[in-house]
Every structure is written in structure tokens, then in C-alpha cells.
């Protein structure tokens, strides 16, 4: 297969994470998601506990995001000697610097970490926003967490609320704007497996038909 890389955004609840993860099996390709910690830890040197804890923030208020500057991602790693060597910023930095190393050296599924962006000026390189409606995410939500009714739909915009101004805090972009991506997909009308058709179909076109040989 060509040396391509697709990153994948996603609702919670759409099952973006699931269609990578089968987009990866059905082509042989690396899936990255958490693993991307352990990455940059070891490039770093950076505890990976670290890395753990500033993702958790997904499931509380990160007073980083609610500031009014934004830290637009610029590639620039600071030094072990700075003070801010383990801010929330470096440690996005050290992730980037693993989506660009990877986005170079083979071919793969990337999931979040504003990965599209990181990569937006690399030529094998196909972004994708799953999404889907309202009901679909919460049947899908539902499978994973004890919450019903309004508190799951509270979950699911928490989720979705992080995942916007973490987006915007680094890119200065906005998360669910379709002109940030290459393809954005409707998982509750689709289902999963055509979204994996879909996003194969599109590297076909985009790529060549000899994309997967």
C-alpha cells in the first residue's frame, strides 16, 4: 500500500474510533489512538503518566481551553531545562512530533490529537469528521456508559464541548467545520462498514486505484 495516512474526528457516539480501527484491519495498516502517548513519552522522556492525565481532562473542565489566547500548534518542542517542558502544551507538541513522524514513515490510521491539522500541508494525507444524529450517538453512547436520558446527553456534549475547544485552542480552527476536512461522513445513516467503504472509495480517487497494492 502507499504510504498514506488517514485521521479520523469524531463525535462521541459516532463510532469514529470503531470505523478506524476497522478501516486499519481491512487494509493492514497501523492504528493509532492512545498509543500515541507511549510514543511521545518515549521520545520525550516524558512520563507517560503524564501524557495519561492531560487526556483525562476529556472527562473534566480543562481550565486550559476556557482561556481566551489560544496556543496555535507551531511545531516548536521545548527543551527538558524549560519550566514548561511538561505544560499541557509541550506534551501536545511531543504528540505532534509523533503524527509527523509517522505520517513519514509508513502508512496508518491516526484518531484525534488534531492530527489533520498537524498534517495539513502533507500530500498523503486524507482527513475524515464522522458525525452522526442526535439519537444514533446516544444509542451508541449508551453501549459504553451507564447514563440514560439527559444525563447521557450531557455526557455527549461535555465530550463533544472538550473536544471543540481543545481543537481550537491549538489549530485556532473551528472543530466542526466541514472545510477543515477532506471527508465528512454521516455514521448513523451509513452505518460503520460503508463508512470504511466510503473513506477506501475517496483514497481511490484522491490517490489512484493502485493506492492499496
Not at 511531543?94 to 503524527?99: F, M, T
Not at 458525525?131 to 444525563?151: C, N, S, T, Y
Request: proline share 2%; aromatic share 12%; charged share 35%.
Amino acid at each position: 500500500m502507499k504510504k498514506i495516512v488517514v485521521t479520523i474526528a469524531r463525535q462521541y457516539g459516532s463510532g469514529g474510533r470503531t470505523v478506524g480501527e476497522m478501516l486499519a484491519e481491512d487494509l493492514g495498516i497501523h492504528y493509532y489512538d492512545k498509543e500515541l502517548m507511549k510514543l511521545a513519552s518515549d521520545e520525550s522522556g516524558i512520563s507517560e503518566q503524564l501524557f495519561v492525565q492531560a487526556d483525562e481532562n476529556v472527562k473534566a473542565t480543562n481550565p486550559l481551553v476556557r482561556k481566551v489566547k489560544k496556543s496555535i500548534y507551531k511545531g516548536q518542542l521545548l527543551k527538558p531545562e524549560s519550566e514548561d517542558f511538561t505544560s499541557d502544551k509541550n506534551l501536545f507538541n511531543y504528540q505532534a512530533e509523533i503524527v509527523k513522524k509517522l505520517a513519514e514513515t509508513e502508512p496508518c490510521v491516526i484518531v484525534g490529537r488534531c492530527a489533520d491539522y498537524v498534517l495539513r500541508d502533507y500530500d498523503n494525507v486524507a482527513s475524515v469528521f464522522v458525525h452522526a444524529p442526535h439519537d444514533f450517538l446516544m444509542e451508541q453512547a449508551a453501549k459504553k456508559q451507564p447514563m440514560r436520558g439527559r444525563e447521557l446527553e450531557k455526557y455527549i456534549e461535555k465530550v463533544d464541548k472538550y473536544r471543540a475547544d481543545y481543537y481550537e485552542y491549538y489549530t485556532g480552527e473551528k472543530w466542526e467545520d466541514a472545510r477543515n476536512y477532506d471527508l465528512c461522513l454521516n455514521s448513523g445513516r451509513l452505518g460503520f462498514e460503508k463508512c470504511v467503504e466510503a473513506i477506501k472509495a475517496y483514497l481511490k480517487v484522491r490517490f489512484g486505484e493502485d493506492v492499496f497494492d
